[in-house]
């Protein structure tokens, strides 16, 4: 079954919203995990490394006052797209590694099944 | 500059037979090569991993191959089926520094009865 849950599956929601997307790893702890962005027929985009206990570490080109993440627990991660428009609009994707969370290409990443956000 | 090229067309088979998808990467050195599944609205599923060191590796019908000089990587499955019908992302480590795993845009594969 799933490792990784990944909530809501779908949001719909008007231009200035905030919306908070949750990131929960069901059977392991996860120290880190990652925030994705895929548009369509196009590669996963890595956003930011959400890391627990202490600050995201943003990609080049993602805003962090845009997208905040909390990662709250051992098993929890949060992304929240504040003041959401409609270039925001997209798939959200969150994943987590078994061994420690790391980004390591040698160890597979478990993925949610993502957010569908649609801004109107 | 450095790419991961995935054959962006569609790639349709009959039940049975072997699909084969092209993985080719330019200007990175990976340790390490991954292929997921990914199905519409979900999120990738991890299928193999591949090393450097490893011409070839398999699983059931699965079948990945990981050629370094030609800095391709090939993805089979065998006896195909219908519910083998999904989209297939490579990702590797750009070999850079940092071990930020890059993925490709995918291939997406349809399996007809």
Redesign the interface.
């Known amino acids: 079954g799933a490792v990784v849950s990944q909530h809501p599956s779908r949001v719909i929601c008007k231009s200035g919203t905030s919306v908070k997307i949750e990131c929960r790893s069901l059977d392991f702890q996860a120290t880190t995990m990652f925030w994705y962005r895929q548009f369509p027929k196009q590669s996963l985009m890595l956003m930011a490394t959400s890391n627990e206990g202490s600050k995201a570490t943003y990609e080049q080109g993602v805003e962090k006052d845009k997208f905040l993440i909390n990662h709250a627990s051992l098993t929890l991660s949060t992304l929240t797209v504040t003041s959401a428009h409609p270039e925001d609009s997209s798939f959200y994707i969150c994943s987590a590694g078994r061994q420690g969370g790391s980004i390591y290409s040698n160890q597979p990443q478990h993925f949610g099944d993502g957010t569908r956000l649609s801004i109107l | 500059s450095q790419k991961?090229e995935q054959n962006?067309e569609a790639l349709n088979i009959q039940e049975g037979k072997t699909a084969t998808l092209t993985c080719n990467y330019t200007n990175y050195s990976?340790?390490?090569?991954?292929w997921y599944r990914q199905d519409p609205?979900?999120?990738?599923?991890?299928l193999l991993?591949i090393?450097e060191n490893e011409k070839e590796k398999r699983k059931e019908r699965l079948k990945v191959t990981f050629d370094t000089t030609l800095k391709q990587s090939l993805f089979h499955i065998t006896a195909s089926q219908p519910a083998d019908s999904a989209t297939y992302?490579c990702?590797?480590?750009p070999g850079t520094g940092g071990?930020?795993?890059?993925?490709?845009?995918?291939t997406r594969l349809f399996v007809k009865a």
């Open positions: 991961i962006s990976p340790a390490y090569l991954q609205g979900r999120g990738p599923v991890f991993l090393r992302l990702a590797l480590d071990f930020k795993t890059i993925f490709g845009a995918g």
